[in-house]
């Protein structure tokens, strides 16, 4: 079973920049369809913010295109994802998983701050 460990998270100012790791124990970048999610609320279900495709076509959350870039390094097993012009509405825990996400591989996540 594959295990995926984020990293990257912090507390940044409105307008600050971060970059996101998603490091996974073996090789899934090139097997399925990778995700960046995030769960806005306690109770709320996680959306999926950026995807990449097995031959590198990304796609994003409308209101996110432009702010935040996805990409991955399959030789060492890593996804990222580059968030820029953060807003305070960004402010969540990101994770990664596949697409659809599997409930076995969900890590801790990495989280993210915005604040003066």
């Known amino acids: 079973q594959v295990q995926l460990v984020e990293s990257g998270g912090g507390l940044v100012q409105p307008g600050g920049s971060l970059r996101l790791s998603c490091v996974a124990s073996?090789?899934?970048?090139?097997?399925?369809?990778m995700g960046w999610f995030r769960q806005a609320a306690a109770e709320s279900e996680r959306e999926m913010v950026a995807s990449i495709t097995r031959d590198g076509t990304t796609d994003y959350l409308g209101s996110l295109k432009g702010r935040f870039t996805i990409s991955r390094n399959t030789a060492k097993n890593t996804m990222y994802l580059q968030l820029t012009n953060l807003e305070p509405e960004d402010a969540t825990v990101y994770y990664c998983n596949a697409v659809p996400p599997r409930d076995s591989i969900w890590g801790q996540g990495t989280p993210v701050t915005v604040s003066t």
């Open positions: 073996g090789d899934i970048f090139s097997l399925y369809t």
